[in-house]
């Protein structure tokens, strides 16, 4: 039996490699490679590295495609890095680590097209056993009268008469309530605004909104695209009566939205931070930057936030985060109540970098219609532009911060620059120019100079200490 130790190594140009170790959790934060991360931990003791990379996926339903963003990212850095001359390992011997975690239901309608498995017998094993798993999830959490019948129904496609749209929110109404009352992962907080009622009306009209029709003959319907281009305008949405296009996929992936945004809270709060984040600070043997993407952000940030920590983090960057634009905020409503990742401010050495795109169709002009629960306001629970309270801020942009605190910036292209201040605490950096076209457009040269910037002042150190 082979050691405990890096999944692969990822080549560089001149000929050497970097570790790439694949951490996973399950659904509840506990680990289930323990000996790997055993293994990494060791060598960042022995001092093998001088900065570790972690990486959160968000957005991925499958392995493979967690592991293809790792690579892509991650190669795109250390390609520029080389080309920039600065692969030096004197001074940079780095080590990436990816986490792996079960984000099968977190994917939303809007980010990937899932199919249940008896519409289309001929889709391969892996999506089958990601749609399979994506219904068995939604069916524990209805009654259990209406089981059958969701089945039944799922299995239709893009065929429902109105009636039958409404059986199927009623079906689905309990999904919807109980995660909208779920526990996340700390204590409540006292002044949080009511939430809106949940009725089966209203999924009606959400799912309209967030499932156009289609457009063309062979557009599949029941799902919005990833970029502004494929994406039709916000007007040509079709009255809830008409819904007999409604594709069954989609209502069940926004039915699964509230509970893995809530998941990603979970895994980072009692899985990545206690084992990795807050292992790797205490040990201050390397020099730690953290990287999320989607919901990816929330277990990054819940794993930096959720508990005191031994010493800062490095850097910290956010790729088109799937969380509130007010979660850094240090007044949200006027009367003391924060952003629920307020703290990462003061536990991140340098400048944080969010991206945000007005391409982004997922998180401009749809996240806000699906989390709608106190706890989504401010990102309050860690586990005047935008349309609402509720809006993104990989959409948007850092919202709420005093004045200093947060700047808006053009993303540069490779080679251009950042601007260095002590006194930013956030840039949100716009990519709506071309350089983030869409929702996973995020493992590219743009996005690998962000990093290489951020890295960079943290081995020169000459920005906020």
């Known amino acids: ?52 990379h972690v990486f959160s996926h968000g957005w991925n339903n499958v392995f493979k495609d967690a592991l293809q963003l790792y690579r892509g990212f991650f190669g795109n850095y250390f390609r520029l890095r080389h080309d920039r001359g600065l692969n030096n390992s004197t001074s940079y011997r780095p080590v990436a680590v990816g986490i792996i975690w079960p984000s099968t ?58 009636a039958e749209a409404k059986e199927f929110a009623n079906i689905l109404l309990p999904v919807y309530q109980q995660a909208a ?74 039915a699964s939205v509230l509970q893995m945004k809530d998941r990603a809270g979970v895994v980072g709060a009692r899985g990545v931070g206690p084992n990795i984040t807050q292992k790797l600070l205490q040990m201050q043997k390397a020099r730690v930057h953290l990287i999320g993407h989607s919901y990816g ?38 009367h003391g109540l924060k952003g629920g990742y307020r703290d990462a401010l003061n536990r991140v050495r340098h400048p944080i970098y969010s991206t945000f795109s007005s391409r982004d169709v997922p998180l401009r002009r ?47 292209e490779s080679g251009g620059a950042y601007p260095a201040s002590s006194a930013v605490r956030v840039f949100g950096i716009d990519g709506s120019n071309g350089q983030i076209k869409g929702h996973g457009d995020v493992a590219t040269p743009y996005t690998a100079w962000a990093h290489l910037t951020l890295v960079q002042n943290a081995q020169s150190n000459q920005v906020h200490t």
């Open 181 to 254: 009352g779920s526990p996340q992962t700390d204590a409540d907080i006292a002044n949080q605004p009511a939430a809106p009622a949940i009725t089966a009306e209203s999924l009606l009209a959400l799912w309209q909104q967030m499932s156009p029709a289609p457009q063309t003959a062979d557009q599949e319907p029941g799902f919005a695209p990833d970029d502004e281009e494929s994406a039709p305008p916000p007007s040509q949405i079709m009255a809830a009566s008409f819904l007999s296009w409604l594709d069954p996929r989609g209502p069940i992936r926004v």
């Open 366 to 412: 749809l996240f806000h219609l699906a989390v709608i629960r106190q706890s989504d306001w401010g990102e309050q629970k860690i586990a005047a532009l935008p349309p609402s309270k509720f809006a993104a801020l990989g959409g948007f942009g850092p919202g709420g911060l005093a004045s200093g605190e947060s700047q808006t910036i053009v993303m540069p």
């Open 297 to 334: 952000a929330k277990v990054i940030l819940s794993s930096l936030c959720y508990q005191p920590v031994a010493s800062p983090a490095e850097t910290l960057l956010l790729l088109e985060p799937a969380i509130s634009y007010l979660c850094f905020s240090g007044e949200i409503d006027g």
């Open 105 to 162: 239901l977190l994917v939303a309608p809007w980010e990937s097209t899932p199919k249940i498995a008896a519409i289309d017998p001929g889709q391969g094993d892996e999506e089958a056993s990601a749609d399979a798993a994506a219904l068995a999830s939604v069916a524990d959490a209805i009654r259990p009268e209406d089981v059958s019948r969701l089945y039944e129904l799922s299995e239709r496609g893009a065929t429902f008469n109105p």
């Open 1 to 52: 039996m082979s050691q405990p130790g890096p999944y692969e190594n990822l080549p560089l140009p001149d000929g050497t490699s970097v570790p790439l170790y694949l951490i996973t959790f399950d659904k509840e934060g506990r680990l289930q490679s323990p000996l790997t991360l055993q293994a990494l931990l060791a060598r960042v003791d022995g001092g093998d590295f001088t900065d570790v």
